[in-house]
């Protein structure tokens, strides 16, 4: 299979512990994004990198949160001192920049990182 | 800003029937693209459809079809002949720069 993938897939951890989580795009994707989503809510933009660069974050994307691409492949988001507000899905996305379809590039995602604060 | 709406909470029809899922949307900007996404019970975001706004050609794909009218901001999206595998969440979303905006979603219930 050759589309995102994410890991975990669920996660429990009790209030105050960090998680992390991973992402792999698909091969040759050199754009990644993160997202988040909560029940009954479309998913809301979080950050986006463009190779090893994260150009943009939310801000939803409190200081407890980072996220890094440190060779351009993978990424990882971590959440640190976690809080019951951060249970939600956590989605990974990613696409190709086409020169001259600035936003036009489909972007696909992962099956999500079901996280669940206790 | 930019803006999605579903109006559509949730939607029950019975196996065959038609269903359109309605999309309304806001931007200020002349060029973006447009998404369909079905979200199963699994979780993942499984892309249907992308259009960009120059092109107001309506899309057919087998049972699923598109309507995008740009004078009145809509993009929907109808199923023909529905089947209970189309049971899931469908989001519309409105991409500009790289960046989407998600419509809340419309659960989409087909019963045999």
């Known amino acids: 299979d050759t589309g995102v993938s994410q890991d975990p897939r669920h996660k429990i951890t009790k209030r105050g512990q960090n998680v992390t989580f991973r992402c792999d795009p698909i091969?040759?994707?050199?754009?990644l994004y993160w997202y988040r989503q909560t029940l009954g809510q479309g998913p809301e933009f979080l950050t986006y990198?463009?190779?090893?660069?994260?150009?943009?974050k939310s801000r939803l994307l409190s200081d407890r949160f980072s996220a890094e691409r440190p060779k351009g492949s993978f990424s990882t988001l971590e959440i640190q001192r976690t809080e019951q507000g951060d249970s939600a899905m956590y989605l990974c996305?990613?696409?190709?920049?086409?020169?001259?379809?600035?936003?036009?590039?489909?972007?696909?995602f992962g099956e999500g990182s079901w996280l669940t604060v206790v | 800003a930019q803006k999605v709406t579903q109006a559509q909470t949730e939607i029950s029809v019975v196996e065959k029937e038609d269903v359109t899922l309605d999309c309304v949307y806001e931007?200020?900007?002349?060029?973006?693209?447009l998404f369909w996404y079905k979200q199963p019970p699994s979780g993942e975001l499984v892309f249907l459809i992308r259009?960009?706004?120059?092109?107001?050609q309506n899309e057919i794909s087998g049972r699923y079809s598109w309507n995008f009218q740009k004078s009145t901001s809509s993009f929907n999206f109808t199923i023909t002949a529905s089947q209970v595998v189309d049971s899931a969440v469908y989001f519309c979303?409105?991409?500009?720069?790289?960046?989407?905006?998600f419509g809340k979603g419309t659960l989409l219930t087909v019963n045999p």
């Open positions: 990198f463009q190779n090893e660069a994260q150009l943009e």
């Open positions: 091969s040759e994707h050199n754009r």
């Open positions: 931007t200020r900007d002349t060029t973006y693209y």
């Open positions: 259009r960009n706004s120059f092109d107001e």
């Open positions: 979303a409105l991409a500009s720069n790289y960046k989407l905006t």
């Open positions: 996305a990613s696409s190709k920049l086409i020169q001259g379809v600035p936003s036009g590039n489909t972007i696909y």
